[in-house]
């Protein structure tokens, strides 16, 4: 079994400038560090008389001056610098032999054809594993490397391929997490099943709670979307119980219940009950001028009718039915949620200015680095054969309270840029009023002259 990584490497800003006309600096770069740690004789060494690592397009003790000589040929020796992947093995599945056999092949099949690779073996751990370092950029174009998801995706195929041609197990790939709103949708679709016993009355049950069902007989698949915006889901993405066929089952059963009218039944439509009108005379020992101002612009039943005609010829706006939209009104709630987690950081904590959140911060990112790096350590500790069992407690209880420090430093973020947002909308504000109260002054000084 197989396990696969990979990821860039870009210059640190420690780096020696002058490293190149001397080498024998004590200072590398990131290409030179990742080449003498993948290449570290007290993890390579197999014997007295072998190393389990091999270049390819480079010679094993000059790969730096190999690959550098090929980036300054091409202008490209900034930016990433190169790329460091790893393939590991499981405890006791294959020899050091076989290790590496397997790391080349994979290397010449994956990058061999456009790029200077080194790959060493390391055996200072229980699980054997691979390293390989690939120039960033291609000694036959000097095109640099692009790191896609396609292209991790042939060189994880590619290990799985060797792994299976050496009789290895390999890793199945794990289900990837399906998105939040995927959960949304099926209890709108449980509830307007138990809603509803036809596909119009699903329809509307489905509306009610702020989502389109989509099921044209053109269209090949049923699909159902917020009515706030993004994309429609097709039913089976959500489950063999949520496609058309199981809804309709599901409907079907509930006409044979209750009949067609369920949705009636557990959502009874308003009942208008129109206001009792009483004329009464209200023009009696009024002038004539005073009957005609009623009629046209007071509270009168000939007023009534006059808006009423505006309003079906569309000179009144038609107002608009209350949209209840669910999606919507959960992102609301998720946003008031975080203002309510920033405010009470603010209040609990008594921040008087907001260079006091900026420096509770930097507070935050030290113990952060110090628990961090307890957490290397221990981790560092775990590789050895006689490690004590009690360090995996001590590594997950430093990871939790590394996540809760992480979450209170997003929490004070968010609450620096609220304020700063404030403040910016405090200062447009009074540049308007001032403008406003300028104008103002100045037309009420020419109105004197």
């Known amino acids: ?31 030179a560090q990742t080449l003498h740690y993948a290449e570290n004789d007290a993890k390579t060494k197999l014997n007295e008389s072998a190393q389990l690592v091999t270049g390819i ?28 992947a790893y393939q590991s093995f499981r405890e006791g599945e294959v020899t050091p ?38 120039n960033s950029v291609s000694y036959v174009d000097g095109k640099k490397y692009e790191q896609r998801r396609s292209q991790y995706a042939e060189f994880r195929e590619t290990s799985d391929k060797l792994c299976r041609e050496y009789g ?168 008031t949620e975080k203002i309510l987690a920033e405010h009470a950081c603010v209040k609990n904590h008594r921040f008087t200015s907001l260079q006091a959140i900026v420096d509770y911060r930097k507070g935050l990112s030290r113990q952060i680095d110090a628990l961090a790096a307890q957490r290397a350590e221990i981790v560092k500790q775990m590789r050895r054969k006689d490690a004590p069992p009690e360090l995996a407690d001590q590594r997950m209880a430093l990871t939790c309270e590394i996540a809760k420090l992480r979450k209170e430093d997003k929490i004070a973020e968010g609450a620096i840029k609220r304020i700063q947002r404030t403040h910016e909308s405090n200062r447009i504000d009074r540049e308007n009023q001032e403008h406003h109260t300028n104008h103002n002054r100045r037309r009420n000084r020419s109105r004197q002259r």
């Open 57 to 84: 397009h480079c010679r094993v003790n000059h790969a730096w001056e190999d690959m550098r000589a090929v980036q300054e040929r091409f202008g490209k020796a900034d930016g990433v610098v190169a790329l460091h």
């Open 1 to 31: 079994m197989a396990v696969t990584k990979i990821w860039t490497i870009k210059d640190s800003l420690q780096r020696v400038l002058d490293y190149a006309a001397n080498p024998d600096k004590t200072e590398y770069d990131a290409l």
């Open 97 to 134: 032999e076989q290790c590496h056999e397997i790391g080349v092949a994979l290397a010449h099949k994956v990058w061999g054809k456009r790029f200077q690779v080194l790959v060493a073996t390391h055996m200072n751990t229980d699980n054997l594993h691979n390293h390989f370092v690939i």
């Open 168 to 335: 290895l197990s390999v890793v199945e790939q794990p289900k990837a997490k399906e998105p939040a709103r995927y959960a949304r949708m099926r209890e709108a679709i449980d509830q307007a099943c138990e809603d509803a016993s036809t596909a119009e009355d699903f329809h509307r049950a489905l509306y009610r709670q702020g989502y389109i069902f989509g099921s044209d007989p053109n269209q090949r698949y049923a699909t159902i979307r917020a009515r706030d915006g993004g994309r429609a889901v097709r039913l089976y993405r959500l489950g063999e119980e949520y496609d058309l066929p199981a809804i309709d089952d599901r409907l079907r059963g509930n006409y044979l219940l209750y009949g067609p009218r369920l949705y009636e039944m557990k959502h009874p439509p308003r009942q208008n009950t129109p206001k009792r009108y009483r004329p009464k005379n209200h023009y009696t020992g009024k002038g004539i001028l005073q009957i005609f101002f009623e009629v046209f612009f007071g509270e009168s039943q000939m007023h009534h009718l006059y808006l009423y005609y505006c309003y079906q010829l569309g000179i009144l706006p038609k107002k608009q039915q209350p949209r209840i939209n669910r999606p919507e009104l959960e992102r609301i709630w998720k946003d």
